[in-house]
Nanobody, 119 residues
Framework: QLVESGGGLVLPGGSLRLSCVAS????????MGWFRQAPGKEREFVAV????????NYVDSAKGRFTISRDNAKNTVHLQMNSLRPEDTAAYYC??????????????WGQGTQVTVSS
């Protein structure tokens, strides 16, 4: 089970830190990804971190603004989002699976947390 938190309403240029806590003893075996889905749009890849945390990958629009990290001792993955833009508004989902960018590579999904960037 994956449970996200940390979403909310933030002004453009602001920051949020999303968290995802996983239950179970196999968390460290999975790459962890973040995806987002805006109203009327398809769910899209945002970032992924390898099982060890040594490798990361980001969608171009997130590079330099977002940072994905994980703490395997706490079964937690974070997404630090800085310099937020209105176009970042979406429901954000964490997922556990392979170190890939496509949704099909993930076995487990959280319920999502809403991020709204607006003045």
């Amino acid at each position: 089970q994956l449970v996200e938190s940390g979403g909310g309403l933030v002004l453009p240029g602001g920051s949020l830190r999303l968290s995802c806590v996983a239950s179970g003893r196999t968390f460290s075996s999975y790459a962890m990804g973040w995806f987002r889905q805006a109203p009327g749009k398809e769910r899209e890849f945002v970032a992924v971190i390898s099982s060890t945390g040594y490798s990361t990958n980001y969608v171009d629009s997130a590079k330099g603004r977002f940072t994905i990290s994980r703490d395997n001792a706490k079964n937690t993955v974070h997404l630090q989002m800085n310099s937020l833009r209105p176009e970042d508004t979406a429901a954000y989902y964490c997922a556990a699976g392979s170190f890939v960018r496509n949704m099909g590579g993930y076995n487990y999904w959280g319920q999502g947390t809403q991020v709204t960037v607006s003045s």
